[in-house]
Nanobody, 126 residues
Framework: EAQVVASGGGSVSDGGSLRLSCVAS???????MGWFRQSPGKEREGVAV?????????AESVKGRAVISRDQDNAEDTLYLQMSGLRPEDTATYYC???????????????????WGEGTQVTISS
């Protein structure tokens, strides 16, 4: 069974750090994975995307404050998002997503991904 499960959200003070994790299991050949987020009343936006070859792209709003990385083993893929210097405007539900396509980095903007997790809430208090 295909599953994408994100974790690691929580409440953090302004300026703090957080590491989100996501495990994708039961899905082969995931060549593109990424993090997206949505705040109440706003459209979903891309945060960071990583290609199988290690190439990455980030939203301007998180550049220099976020690092996306990925581990693979035979059974599953694990995606991480390390964020620092967190701000109240980073408050959102964060979603992990994945796709088989090699056409990857542009999906930061389009948000077109085949597999989505349920999201993990990140709240930054000032």
């Amino acid at each position: 069974e295909a599953q994408v499960v994100a974790s690691g959200g929580g409440s953090v003070s302004d300026g703090g750090s957080l590491r989100l994790s996501c495990v994708a299991s039961g899905i082969n050949n995931l060549r593109c994975m990424g993090w997206f987020r949505q705040s109440p009343g706003k459209e979903r936006e891309g945060v960071a995307v990583i290609h199988l070859n290690g190439s990455t792209t980030y939203a301007e709003s998180v550049k220099g404050r976020a690092v996306i990385s990925r581990d693979q083993d035979n059974a599953e893929d694990t995606l991480y998002l390390q964020m620092s210097g967190l701000r109240p405007e980073d408050t959102a539900t964060y979603y992990c997503a994945a796709d088989h396509s090699l056409i990857c980095l542009g999906r930061l903007r389009t948000g077109v991904m085949t597999y989505w997790g349920e999201g993990t809430q990140v709240t930054i208090s000032s």
